[in-house]
């Protein structure tokens, strides 16, 4: 196993050597490219490059980057892959301008790139000290196991699209074995098909916890107005299910495993 930092070179040098298929996924995640724009245009963006730069060396294996549903922004309706990128954050700008330079790297280079876009990935985390307790299912948990309450900031009535991590794996298994000019070049939307309402999630971990306990689990929210209406974006995986991808509703398991996770 090499360890390196992906914006210096010389730190990652042959590390794609002997590869078939690269796939990478390290950048600063929204809060730490947030609190440092600059850090996270060098580790996110420039990062990329230089594992771009690598596998080029290593002889051109596919290289399949990790984007981010967030690059899409603030849009309506069904939402595709061509749908026009109106990033909102540094986070999602690092992401799109990562993309750009897998695209530069396929036209200009010949080297194979797929990308694709992940929507709200969840799965329990493999370990406690893995900090990504921000995301809103392990949010979610961690609250109910530690306070006793979910206290919602909004009525959770916006709805988001919740995809299974390992459904990611799924995805990337099926852009590996598929023909290399199919998929290079392209951009494939990687989430579940159908969105949640983030109260209608947080009702769920009631359901878990109360399952799991045998105690209640309130929720604090505002009371949504009667005039507040929130679309719900979908987001279209046609492309990827034309290359068999089979997306799993895991969502109440997950809940669970990581309610004893943080047990443990």
């Given at each position: 196993m090499l360890y390196g930092d992906v914006a210096e070179r010389p730190s990652i040098a042959g590390v794609c050597s002997g590869a078939d298929v690269v796939v990478h996924l390290a950048s600063l995640n929204e809060h730490d490219?947030?609190?440092?724009?600059?850090?996270?245009?060098l580790v996110n963006s420039y990062g990329t490059r230089n594992m771009l730069e690598e596998a080029l060396c290593a002889g051109s294996p596919l290289f399949i980057y990790v984007s981010t549903f967030h690059v899409y922004g603030d849009h309506d309706g069904r939402i595709g892959e061509d749908a026009y990128p109106r990033p909102m954050a540094d986070y999602a700008s690092t992401h799109l301008f990562s993309e750009f330079y897998g695209l530069q790297f396929a036209r200009a280079k010949g080297l194979p790139v797929s990308i694709v876009r992940l929507s709200n990935g969840y799965a329990a985390p493999v370990a406690k000290e893995i900090d990504r307790w921000s995301l809103l299912v392990n949010d979610l948990c961690k609250a109910a196991h530690e306070r006793g309450v979910l206290v919602l900031k909004t009525p959770g009535l916006h709805k988001?699209?919740?995809?299974?991590?390992?459904d990611l794996?799924?995805?990337?298994?099926?852009?590996?074995?598929?023909?290399?000019?199919?998929v290079t070049r392209q951009v494939f939307n990687v989430a579940y098909g159908e969105s949640r309402a983030i109260y209608d999630v947080a009702l769920m971990v009631r359901d878990v916890y109360r399952g799991l306990y045998g105690k209640e689990l309130p929720i604090e929210r505002p009371q949504p107005r009667s005039v507040e209406k929130y679309s719900a974006p979908e987001v279209s995986i046609d492309k990827l299910r034309a290359l068999g991808y089979r997306p799993h509703d895991m969502l109440r398991e997950e809940i669970r495993r990581t309610l004893l996770l943080l047990e443990s």
């Open positions: 490219s947030a609190a440092d724009p600059r850090r996270a245009l988001r699209d919740f995809v299974w991590i390992p794996a799924q995805a990337v298994t099926l852009l590996a074995a598929a023909p290399r000019d199919a």
